[in-house]
Structure formats: C-alpha cells, structure tokens
C-alpha cells in the first residue's frame, strides 16, 4: 500500500538538543509538507517543498530545518532555537505542488521535552 | 498572510441532531477543502470544492462552496457517534491555509 510513513510516533527532546523527525511516501508524489498541530491551533505549515533540492519556509519555520534530496523523504529538524516544540508534528505530501491537491498526511509524531 | 478563519471551535450535540461548521476567509478563494480529523489521528481529506455557489454531497454530509468564493460549510445531518472528531476547511492556494477547526462531539 501506498502511504506517509512517520517515524518515530513518539519522541523526546533534552534541552539544547537537535532532534530529526523521518518521513517518506512512496506515493510518488512531488510536493511535500510538515505542520505542526498544537490543541485548538489548527495547522501551521513550517516548511514546504514542491520539487526535490527545493523548499520553502512556511509561517512558523524558525527553529526548525529541511532538506529535500530525495523525493521520496522530506526530514524535519527541531534545532534547540525552538524553544518551545512540545506539538503534535504531521507530514503530508501532494501530487503535485498546486492548490488543488488533496493533501495526504502521515501518522505524526508527537514530540515532548524531557 | 491569507488567513481561513472557523467557527465554531467546539460542537456538543446529541446523537441524531444535526451540526454546522462554518468557514470564512477575507479574500476569495480557488477553493476549498475539507478534512477530517479522529482523535489521535491524522487529518484525511473529505471533498474539494472548486466552483462559485457548488455543493455536493456524501451521504449524510453536505459541502456549500459560497457565491463569493469567500465562504463554505459543512452540514452534518443526523449526526452518529462515528462522525466524532475535529473538522477542518483549507483555502485553495499555494501553500494550503487551513481552519484552526471545529471539534464535534457526539453523545449518546
């Protein structure tokens, strides 16, 4: 089947420290995209990308990096300037890069401070 | 930036009543969608709604895209226990601005 695999569901972070969160599709998709869901806030786009080796800041992406050198994998990177990333993280991917794509997402990951 | 505002946040009903969740945004767009979102899960998309005035529906939901192009809705009729969760509307452009959401819980 194909899908959105987060990994991993569960993580946490000690202060200072970087954190890498994993997501690959194997939907062949072209775009991808990390939000960041906390309770009664919706999603907020951090980063996204339309095309491998591109991407773009969305509206909360300090503290955060991207890379994009596969199309399959988009990771996320919680630096420790993000002072505050307690948050439930959700990567979602689109065919193409264009506003009327449904939009398929992972399971998450829910990241905490230790 | 563009912003898709939402109403209500929160929606208690007995199970059998009907709900609404609204969606409004300040400049008009290409168009909108609609996810659904169980708890503990992730967001999954429901419809898309691209033309002025257009409604469709799915069973026992129904989808109104406004003449404007700046409005939707989503009707539950008859609301179940499996229609719990958060309901969230996006604004159809590049990237997707989506609703902070309208959670509906359902008691029996």
């Known amino acids: 089947d194909g899908g959105i695999t987060q990994s991993p569901k569960y993580l946490f972070r000690k202060e200072g420290q970087n954190v890498t969160l994993s997501c690959e599709q194997n939907?062949?998709?072209?775009?991808m995209y990390w939000y960041r869901q906390d309770p009664g806030q919706g999603l907020r786009l951090i980063y996204y990308s339309q095309i491998v080796n591109d991407f773009q800041k969305g509206d909360i992406a300090e503290g955060y990096s991207v890379s994009r050198e596969k199309k399959e994998s988009f990771p996320l990177t919680v630096t420790s300037a993000q002072k505050n990333p307690t948050a439930f993280y959700l990567c979602a991917s689109t065919l193409q890069g264009t506003y009327n794509q449904p939009q398929h997402f992972g399971d998450g990951t829910r990241l905490s401070i230790l | 930036g563009q912003q898709v505002m939402q109403i209500p946040q929160y929606q208690h009903v007995q199970e059998g009543e009907d709900f609404t969740t609204y969606c409004n945004s300040s400049t008009t767009l290409s168009n909108i969608q609609w996810y659904k979102q169980r708890p503990g899960g992730h967001p999954v998309f429901l419809i898309q709604l691209v033309k002025s005035g257009e409604v469709k529906k799915q069973k026992r939901l129904t989808f109104q895209f406004g003449e404007a192009k700046k409005n939707s809705s989503l009707h539950i009729t008859a609301t179940q226990t499996t229609d719990v969760g958060t309901y969230f509307c996006a604004g159809g452009n590049t990237p997707l601005v989506f609703g902070k959401g309208t959670r509906l819980s359902v008691i029996a």
């Open positions: 939907l062949n998709h072209d775009a």
